[in-house]
């Protein structure tokens, strides 16, 4: 299971107009949003600008032409349990679009509780906002290891980071957590019960 992440590249407004400051390496997204500094300067280990956004920048309609992408891709859930079968292979169409075109996806109508999400999130948060030392307990050797935290994907080879942090456990067949915020582990069996029983009734009978 993942904790709270922004996978996206660098393609805010924030990061066109703002300076990539060459003297700065943070850590973390977490670091880099949280700086003072932000709006004026961006760790130049997180400063993307895809070819053609630079002029794009100096036009007036500069703010309407970076944001006018396709919405984030929304799968229905529900549908993989519908009794027709063009509307189960057409989710599942969107589903495999989707992973290709964008790498991930906002799911809506799974089942899940609100406030089983709501807690969830809180325990995520929780551990994100633990101070940089205690998360880096957490970080893992390998890509493997039960438990992992960072930031981006690979850091050791990457010019530019995605804006994202990341924790990684794994629960199944042995279960693992880190162990602060004490809370945490707690919470991620029941989270976990949960998602397993909305896959198994997803499933087609």
């Known amino acids: 299971m993942g904790g709270i992440s922004s996978p996206i590249p660098n393609e805010s407004a924030h990061s066109h107009a703002a300076t990539p400051d060459h003297n700065s390496k943070l850590k973390s997204i977490k670091e880099v949003?949280?700086?003072?500094?932000?709006?004026s300067n961006i760790p130049s280990n997180y400063a993307y600008f895809p070819e053609g956004a630079a002029s794009a920048v100096d036009n007036?309609?500069?703010?309407?032409?970076?944001l006018d992408h396709d919405s984030i891709?929304?799968?229905?859930?529900?549908?993989?349990?519908?009794?027709?079968?063009?509307?189960?292979?057409?989710?599942?169409?969107d589903l495999g679009d989707a992973c290709q075109r964008w790498g991930f996806f906002m799911v809506v109508n799974h089942g899940v509780p609100k406030i089983l999400m709501d807690s969830m999130l809180d325990k995520c948060n929780?551990?994100?906002?633990?101070?940089?030392?205690?998360?880096?307990?957490?970080?893992g050797k390998h890509?493997?290891?039960?438990?992992?935290?960072?930031?981006?994907?690979?850091?050791?080879?990457e010019e530019v980071n995605f804006w994202r942090d990341y924790l990684k456990v794994m629960v199944h067949p042995q279960f693992h957590s880190p162990s602060k915020p004490p809370r945490f582990r707690y919470q991620v069996p029941t989270t976990d019960a949960n998602?397993?029983?909305?896959?198994?009734n997803a499933r087609p009978h």
Request: with cysteine; net charge negative; glycine share 2%.
């Open 126 to 139: 929780e551990f994100f906002n633990l101070t940089s030392e205690e998360k880096r307990k957490f970080e």
């Open 195 to 200: 998602l397993i029983t909305f896959h198994v």
């Open 143 to 157: 890509v493997l290891d039960p438990i992992r935290c960072g930031t981006s994907f690979n850091t050791a080879v």
């Open 73 to 93: 891709p929304v799968i229905d859930f529900s549908l993989l349990q519908s009794a027709s079968l063009d509307q189960r292979s057409k989710v599942i169409g």
């Open 60 to 66: 007036n309609d500069s703010e309407s032409h970076l």
């Open 33 to 39: 949003a949280e700086s003072p500094n932000l709006l």
